[in-house]
């Protein structure tokens, strides 16, 4: 059975609060957005102010910045996840960063303004964004961290260990830029990667 | 360590509104029963206040000092945050999910610091009106502070960081080891020096 994206949104909030199917209904749906892209579309530009935080209901999404026109890739998130250009959003400033699909993406989107609305409702849904809030830089921060302290091969081992189905679904390029692994380090560990489990997978046959 | 506030050094009561009237405007007494739930402490120079693999309790504001925050990579610091007067600093991750510190919080200057625990947090976000929307505009600030400094990192040049932040902060350079600068604007220190030469210059 196919989970409603309204369902999938829900199941995100109650990690944080546990919220009754009608506070959602009365509080949070009417502030919702569907949107809808095909794979390659830009979701926010770069010097575009972000209006939407946006929940992904299916798809693949990245972020990236542009240096001397390369892109480089900060965030690449799937089904269940957050993503949107938050500092603009929060801020109210033009993005550095642009946000486009990978794939064709529906999004559960939020305005600026509604979002606001929402946490003038009530202590507890202050308490929600306050915890998501906290959940997202918890999660950035912690990136930045492994990007300082781990060696390469660190990060593409374990990039690969917790996320081996997007290893299939994104593009080598993208990834080698989001962990920061020049693509021909990328190319040479990800053949590693494969004959070591060709070897396990005849060892144990 | 004193935690009584029945007599508030107007000092700290100064940097506390200046840093939450960045996020929202707060009286007086509202902000008097905030400082309530925090207590004060004291550091020599070059203590360490977080090891890392210790979980931190604190959340802190600087009031009085400079505090160095660092993740040790082999065997060498990259410094994340210089920390003075009205600057809050803390290990955040290990604070907001109480998990051992991958950071190092170790002061460089004699400081004293207005700290809330974890626990004291949760009781002041649930107790005090305004508790959540204050807690939520703070974390939403630090999160937008950490992303621009990110920015800045990754988008402009070494020459650009370097002048850009003795600009705004001439006193560092008298205040802090010129390598621990170098490391925190990740310049390399003989470039560090030779920007630093070209800044006395452009003074004279």
Request: net charge positive.
């Amino acid at each position: 059975m196919l989970m409603s994206p309204q369902k999938s949104f829900l199941d995100f909030l109650n990690k944080f609060i546990p919220l009754s199917q009608d506070e959602f209904n009365q509080l949070i749906l009417p502030c919702i957005v569907k949107r809808k892209f095909e794979k390659k579309s830009i979701i926010t530009q770069t010097g575009e102010v972000e209006e939407y935080i946006n929940f992904i209901d299916s798809g693949l999404v990245r972020k990236y910045y542009k240096k001397e026109n390369e892109e480089i890739n900060t965030q690449i998130s799937y089904e269940g996840h957050i993503i949107h250009a938050q500092e603009s959003f929060h801020s109210r400033t033009p993005s550095e960063y642009t946000i486009e699909t990978i794939e064709p993406s529906e999004l559960t989107s939020i305005t600026y303004e509604c979002l606001e609305r929402i946490y003038s409702t009530s202590e507890k849904m202050q308490r929600l964004g306050r915890l998501v809030i906290t959940s997202t830089m918890v999660l950035k921060d912690k990136w930045q961290s492994q990007l300082v302290k781990l060696t390469p091969r660190e990060r593409f081992l374990n990039f690969v260990s917790n996320h081996p189905e997007l290893m299939q679904r994104v593009p080598q390029k993208y990834l080698a830029s989001y962990l920061n692994i020049k693509p021909e380090t990328f190319s040479r560990f990800k053949h590693m990667v494969k004959e070591y489990s060709r070897k396990i997978f005849f060892h144990h046959n | 360590m004193n935690n009584a506030f029945t007599d508030i050094d107007p000092v700290y009561f100064e940097y506390a509104q200046k840093y939450i009237g960045r996020f929202m405007p707060i009286t007086s007494e509202e902000l008097f029963d905030l400082l309530q739930y925090c207590e004060i402490r004291r550091f020599d120079k070059r203590v360490v206040i977080v090891h890392e693999g210790e979980v931190d309790n604190y959340l802190n504001l600087v009031v009085k000092g400079l505090v160095r925050k660092y993740l040790s990579v082999g065997k060498n610091e990259v410094i994340l945050q210089l920390a003075t007067e009205g600057h809050v600093v803390q290990s955040e991750i290990s604070y907001l999910t109480k998990t051992p510190s991958m950071v190092v919080l170790e002061t460089l200057e004699p400081t004293i610091l207005v700290s809330l625990t974890h626990n004291k947090m949760e009781e002041a976000l649930d107790k005090l009106p305004k508790g959540e929307r204050l807690g939520r505009l703070i974390l939403t600030g630090m999160f937008i502070k950490k992303d621009e400094n990110r920015y800045n990192r990754l988008l402009k040049t070494t020459r650009q960081r370097f002048f850009e932040y003795i600009e705004h902060h001439p006193h560092m350079l008298q205040r802090v080891p010129q390598k621990y600068l170098a490391s925190y604007l990740q310049i390399k220190p003989e470039t560090f020096s030779r920007l630093k030469a070209l800044y006395a210059k452009g003074r004279k």
